[in-house]
Each structure stands twice: as C-alpha cells, then as structure tokens.
C-alpha cells in the first residue's frame, strides 16, 4: 500500500539556511556598495578614510578578512598614529594567514608595543624561516607566558635549547609547563620529542610512555607521532596498542586505516617529526587543536596558519584550517584550503568528501555529484560517498535519485554494518517515490537499531497515521518522541495529529495548540489545529487557523482542500482532507 508522501519537513532539516546566509551576504555587498560609492578609494579624497574604514568594517562582517585587512591598511596611509586599526590589519592578515603581508606591519606592531605575543611569535617564525636561530631565541624571549603562549613559549624555547644541545636550558623550559595537568599526557608526547632531539632516549622513552597510558586528551595527530616513536625504536607491539586503541574509540574509518598504517612494514619508518622547526610547527599546530574548541576562530586559525608558515607539508594543520573556515561558513576559503592538500597526501579522499559537501552548501551541486562519483570509483570499499551523495539528492528533493544512492551504500556496508541514519534516509527516498513496503521496513530496521530516535518513531508513526494504519501504536511511539523531544514543533503536531485520529478531540486540541506556539508559521500544524478546533465547536476559531494556514503558502494540492473547509467546514464524520 503506498502512503501519502509526508512533507520532507517531518525528518531532518533539507538544507542548512543557505538562501538566508545568501541573502545576508547579499546585503552586506550591497552596504559595501554604498560605503564605496559615498567613500570613493581615492588617496585624495578627504572623505575616503573614514570610508575605507567603514568599508573594513563590512568586510569583516562578511567575514572577508583579507579585504578588510585591505580597507584598513588604505585607512592607515592618512592615519598612521592609529595604532588600534594596525594592530587589527595585522591580526586580520595573520589570521588568514598571509604572513608576507603581516611581518612588516609586525615590526610596526612591536615597535610600539614590544610586549605583544602574537607580532613577535610571527617575528620568531620569521627569524625560524630564515634559519636564524639565536634571532628567534631572542624574539621568543619577548614573548611571555600568558595565555595560550603558556603552553607555547616553552616548549618552543624547549626545542630552541635542544637544538643547541643544551640539557639544563631544555629542562628549565619544560619546567615553565605548570598548572597544566588536565593537559598532562598531550605535553607528554612534545617532551619526548624534545628529549629525543636532545639524545636523552631514556626521558624520551618515559615521556612517551606517559603519553600512551592516558590518551584521553591526546589529538589524532600527537597519536601518530607516539606510534611512530615506538615503530622507529622497534617497539612494535606497542605501536600496535596505540592504533587499535585508537581504532576502538573511533567512529571514522580513514583514520582508522591511517592509524594502522606502517604496522606490517618491516623497515622502520621515517620520523614525522625530524627538525627543530617541524617540532615547533607541531607545538603551534596542537595549541591551534587545543583552542578549537573555543567559539572564536581566530586564536585557531592564527596558530594552524603560523604552523604552515613553518612548515606547509603538515597536512593535519590544513584540515583544521578547513575545519574552522567551514565552522565560519566560509565555503568557498575551506575549499580552497582542502584543495591545497596534495593528492599524495593521506588526507587527500577524505577531505574530499569534505570539499563536495561544501560544493552542496554552495547550490554547486553538479561538481559536488561529479566529485562524490570519482571518490566513490576511487575507493570502492568505502561507503561514504554514496552516502553523501544520497543525502544531496534527498536534500534537493530528487528521491529516486537518493534512493539509488543510498542502496549502493548500503550494498558496500552490507546490512548488518548499515547505521541507523542510512535506513532511516532511505527510507525517506523510498517513501517519497511510493515504495512504501520498502520504506516501512527500513524506519523499523532503523528502529531496532536506535529504538528511542525521535525522529524515525515520529516519521513512522505519522506515515501510518495519513494511511489510517496502526493508530494506537503510533500514539505510544509518538508519546516516547514528544518525551525525547518536548520543543520539536513537527513531533507535537504528529502526537496532536493521531490523538484527532483517534477522535480524542480535546486532547488534540490541547496538543496542537502547543504545536502552534514551537512553531507559528508552519501550514500543515494551523490547518491541523483548525480541524480540530471544528470538531470540539470551536467553528470560528477553525476558520481563522485555516485562513491563516492559507496565508502560510502550503503546498499547492492542500490549498483546494483548505478553501474547501472555509467554505463548507468538516463533513460530520472525519475523513482525510
């Protein structure tokens, strides 16, 4: 029996808010347009300071830092005493990282502020660029240790102090790590970096073997380099340890087998970290790791980019630079930050998936389908693009396409490894092309999986409910999703909805009005309220919830039916309308 296709409204978002991000970015490009037009960019012009300044306000706002940079650099050649508008070109362009751009105006920065951290670690990378090593000791030294340089500043001069072979300084600036403990096995693995730069092979061996017993904190990235420790010192069985470790708490595959590789390899591999700037590099790249998980971007995005400025083949510092673009919704600087990992690199198929979803976000949807084809041709054991690609075609309302999609992934996961997410999107695309046998099975396969998801009890329960199937058990599952989730406007409406079924009428009543307050605007719960208003008397009140369901723009078959009711009210015995 095929169901009444539900609105795609009833599962998961269809896309995130692009056309309302399009239309803010479009007027902030309008409001541009205005500060240039009545600021014209004319070195001249009495007016275009003030005017640039604006104009980098903007820019900011549209999240365009490089531009802004611009605008205020422009602002700075009649006003060079500004020192707060320098110092934020310089953050701006740093952030983004365009160091080229931003060393001289650190210079200017430090000139006259010599104590602020960030100008002198971009003059100390700098200095460490050049190979001028006792000229980056000296410019950490102006430094400090507040903030996250707490972290930094020591071991930084800690690897300075290894380079020079010297032990006691090497200790004096690990000494600097304190009131650090939660962080305690992440420090661990830098120390016994340090200490094997050092040839202190006994403090390397302690160091790591602190970090490998507690990797609680411990990135991906500093994982690797324990691994690797352990593979070049022949200790094989502990690297193994490590990855499957690793392995067992992960949920990603292509870390996984990254994980993993080198294990079977007879020869010892290459260390990952193998000069003073590399291991400054991965300093700078794991405190941007550690500030991730703050609201702002910008500390992030400072530190992964200076960790590129040292040393551009980390690959992971890239992916974070990605990351965070993608956190800023800026599409279009993540892609270009993905596409500058090379293709030898081990992150390159991952981050492609990455790449093509933010194609999709961009409404770019033909390279995006293109390039989710070629990842899934290059790698046919893994399932994730046709997964992503069943979710762009669901997202864009092309079902047949999605259900195609979706059934190729599940073909190469084989059905006992399928998520619940993937019967549950399939059986979406199934239920929206008429095949609802099939539709119906996969909602409950998911549902043995995932017995209390919301969404899945309250996708299914509502299909029966349209179909006049199965009323009471519905109303049991939709009880348990409303329970999950008591402010999902859709789920109350459903619960509302099977309670009018059940011509449990004041009941419905009650329960619509809630679904109205979560959510006003949505057509489908005003007209559902309306009909239920009709039956408990209340006439008047039902024709203004169907008016104002008409105004709400339903879809184009409901809006008959809706005429229908305003002009004849409900037939005496309920039926589907």
């Known amino acids: ?20 991000r399009r239309a803010l970015a479009a007027l902030g490009a309008a409001a541009l347009g205005l500060v240039l037009q009545a600021a014209p960019l004319r070195a001249d012009d009495d007016a275009s300071p003030y005017g640039d ?144 730069k050092l040839g202190d092979q006994a403090a390397a061996e302690a160091a790591m073997t602190a970090a490998a017993e507690d990797t609680s904190v411990t990135s991906f990235w500093l994982l690797r380099l324990v691994k690797n420790y352990y593979l070049r010192h022949g200790e094989r069985e502990r690297a193994e340890a490590i990855a499957e470790g690793f392995a067992a708490e992960s949920d990603s595959a292509s870390l996984v087998a990254l994980m993993r590789e080198g294990l079977e390899a007879e020869a010892p591999p290459a260390p990952l970290v193998a000069s003073t700037t590399q291991g400054i590099a991965t300093v700078l790249f794991d405190l941007a790791q550690i500030l ?122 084989g059905p006992e490894r399928t998520p619940w997410t993937l019967f549950y999107f399939r059986g979406i695309a199934y239920e929206r092309t008429g095949q609802w046998d099939k539709a119906e099975a996969d909602f409950q396969r998911a549902l043995e999986l995932e017995p209390e998801q919301p969404y899945v009890l309250n996708y299914l329960a509502y299909s029966w409910i349209e179909q006049d199937l199965n009323l009471e058990e519905a109303r049991k599952m939709l009880e348990r999703a409303v329970a999950a989730k008591p402010d999902d406007g859709y789920i109350v409406d459903s619960l509302g909805w099977v309670h009018y079924r059940l011509h449990d009428y004041g009941k419905a009543v009650e329960t619509l009005e809630q679904a109205v307050e979560l959510k006003p605007q949505d057509p489908v719960i005003n007209d559902h309220l309306g009909d239920a208003y009709w039956r408990t008397g209340r006439k008047r009140e039902a024709r203004v919830q169907w008016r104002r369901a008409l105004s709400l723009e339903p879809e184009a078959e409901e809006i008959p039916k809706i005429e229908l009711k305003l002009e004849e009210g409900l037939p005496a015995e309920p039926r589907n309308i």
């Open 53 to 196: 300044f604006l104009a980098g306000v903007v820019a900011e706002q549209l999240r365009d830092n490089g531009a802004a940079a611009e605008f205020y650099l422009r602002s700075l050649q009649s006003d060079a005493g500004n020192e707060a508008l320098l110092e934020r070109a310089f953050l701006l362009l740093a952030v983004e990282g365009r160091f080229a751009d931003a060393e001289p105006l650190a210079r200017q920065v430090v000139a006259r502020a010599p104590q602020h951290q960030l100008a002198q670690l971009v003059l100390t990378a700098a200095a460490l660029r050049r190979g001028a090593v006792e000229e980056a000791r000296s410019q950490l030294e102006e430094v400090g240790q507040r903030g996250p340089a707490r972290i930094a500043e020591p071991l930084m001069r800690a690897w300075l102090a290894a380079e020079a072979g010297d032990a006691a300084a090497v200790e004096a600036a690990l000494e600097g790590l304190t009131g650090l403990e939660r962080l305690e096995s992440r420090l661990a693995v830098h120390r016994g970096l340090i200490h094997e």
């Open 292 to 413: 991730s998980g703050e609201e702002s971007s910008e500390g992030p995005l400072f530190y992964a980019h200076l960790a590129l400025w040292l040393e551009p083949g980390l690959d992971e510092a890239r992916v974070l630079v990605g990351e965070l673009l993608q956190r800023q919704g800026r599409p279009d600087g993540a892609i270009l930050a993905y596409e500058q990992i090379a293709v030898a690199s081990p992150y390159h198929w991952s981050v492609g998936l990455r790449i093509a979803s933010e194609l999709e976000h961009l409404e770019r949807d033909e390279p995006a389908i293109s390039l989710l084809e070629r990842l899934a041709a290059d790698r046919p054991e893994r399932f994730e693009p046709y997964y992503e690609l069943g979710n762009l075609h669901r997202a864009d309302q092309r079902f047949e396409e999605a259900a195609a999609a979706y059934e190729k992934a599940v073909e190469r996961l």
């Open 1 to 20: 029996m095929a169901a009444q296709s539900l609105p795609v409204r009833r599962a998961f978002p269809v896309r995130r808010a692009l056309p309302v």
